[in-house]
C-alpha cells in the first residue's frame, strides 16, 4: 500500500540561526487528517470568514499557542508517523539552492525510505522554477531505493493539509532547539525517527554520493 508523504522546513539556510528543521509525515490515510487546522482554528474562536480575498495561510509562523497546542495534540492522535531532521548550520550561512535543499531532503527521508518504499510525496513549494524543482526530485530519485516508487509534487502547503501539517512540525521541532519551546513535546510517541546533523557532515554524505 502507497505511503502519503508531506515535507515542510522551519528556519533559514541563509540567515544568522543555528538551526535548520525539516519535517516529515506520512500516512497511509491523507484524507483522516484534512480537518486538524481547521478544527482547532474554530475551537480556538478564529472566525474562519468568507471572503472575496483569500485570507492568509494558517502556519506555525502565524498561530497562536492554542492553536498550536491543538494542532500538535490532534496530530499525536491521527494515523500517522513523523521524522524529523536538524541541522545545525554552526555559524554558517548555507546557500539557498536546490541542491542544498535535496541534500537535507535526503537526510530526512532516509529516515524511513526503508519502511516506506513507496511514496507520493508532497513538498512544500520552496521553489517556483520548472529548472529548479527538477534538481530537488533529480537527487531524490537518485537515491530513492530501486525497489521503491518515488512520486514527487511541489505543492502550496494551503491546498495540501499534509504539508500543512509538516510545517507544523517543523517549526515546533524548530522552536524546541532554538529556545526550548516545550510543544514539540506534545508529538512523544509519534516520532519515528529524529537526527540532529552539521551541515558539513550531511553535505559530505548526500553530494559525494551523488558524483
Given at each position: 500500500m502507497i505511503a502519503f508523504g508531506g515535507l515542510a522546513e522551519a528556519g533559514s539556510l541563509t540567515g544568522q540561526t543555528a538551526w535548520f528543521s525539516m519535517a516529515l509525515i506520512v500516512t497511509k490515510r491523507p484524507e483522516t487528517l484534512r480537518n486538524i487546522v481547521p478544527r482547532a482554528a474554530l475551537r480556538s474562536g478564529k472566525r474562519l470568514r468568507r471572503q472575496r480575498k483569500r485570507p492568509p495561510e494558517l502556519k506555525w509562523s502565524n498561530a497562536s499557542l492554542r492553536i498550536r497546542n491543538a494542532v500538535l495534540s490532534s496530530l499525536a492522535q491521527a494515523d500517522v508517523e513523523i521524522f524529523v531532521v536538524t541541522i545545525r548550520k554552526e555559524g554558517r550561512r548555507i546557500a539557498d539552492t536546490p541542491l542544498n535543499y535535496a541534500v537535507i531532503a535526503c537526510e530526512l527521508l532516509h529516515l524511513c525510505w526503508?519502511?516506506?518504499?513507496?511514496?507520493?510525496?508532497?513538498?512544500?513549494?520552496?521553489?517556483?522554477?520548472?529548472?529548479?524543482?527538477?534538481?530537488?526530485?533529480?537527487?531524490?530519485?537518485?537515491?530513492?531505493?530501486?525497489?521503491g516508487t518515488l512520486t514527487i509534487t511541489h505543492v502550496d502547503s494551503q491546498n495540501n493539509p499534509l504539508v500543512q501539517l509538516a510545517d507544523f512540525v517543523a517549526g515546533s521541532v524548530y522552536a524546541w532547539h532554538k529556545r526550548g519551546n516545550e510543544c514539540y513535546r506534545l508529538l512523544k510517541g509519534k516520532v519515528g525517527a529524529e537526527l540532529v546533523e552539521s551541515w558539513v557532515h550531511v553535505k559530505r554524505k548526500w553530494l559525494e554520493g551523488a558524483k
Amino acid at each position: 500500500m502507497i505511503a502519503f508523504g508531506g515535507l515542510a522546513e522551519a528556519g533559514s539556510l541563509t540567515g544568522q540561526t543555528a538551526w535548520f528543521s525539516m519535517a516529515l509525515i506520512v500516512t497511509k490515510r491523507p484524507e483522516t487528517l484534512r480537518n486538524i487546522v481547521p478544527r482547532a482554528a474554530l475551537r480556538s474562536g478564529k472566525r474562519l470568514r468568507r471572503q472575496r480575498k483569500r485570507p492568509p495561510e494558517l502556519k506555525w509562523s502565524n498561530a497562536s499557542l492554542r492553536i498550536r497546542n491543538a494542532v500538535l495534540s490532534s496530530l499525536a492522535q491521527a494515523d500517522v508517523e513523523i521524522f524529523v531532521v536538524t541541522i545545525r548550520k554552526e555559524g554558517r550561512r548555507i546557500a539557498d539552492t536546490p541542491l542544498n535543499y535535496a541534500v537535507i531532503a535526503c537526510e530526512l527521508l532516509h529516515l524511513c525510505w526503508d519502511v516506506y518504499s513507496d511514496m507520493a510525496l508532497a513538498v512544500d513549494r520552496h521553489f517556483t522554477s520548472p529548472a529548479q524543482r527538477a534538481i530537488v526530485d533529480t537527487l531524490l530519485h537518485r537515491h530513492w531505493p530501486e525497489r521503491g516508487t518515488l512520486t514527487i509534487t511541489h505543492v502550496d502547503s494551503q491546498n495540501n493539509p499534509l504539508v500543512q501539517l509538516a510545517d507544523f512540525v517543523a517549526g515546533s521541532v524548530y522552536a524546541w532547539h532554538k529556545r526550548g519551546n516545550e510543544c514539540y513535546r506534545l508529538l512523544k510517541g509519534k516520532v519515528g525517527a529524529e537526527l540532529v546533523e552539521s551541515w558539513v557532515h550531511v553535505k559530505r554524505k548526500w553530494l559525494e554520493g551523488a558524483k
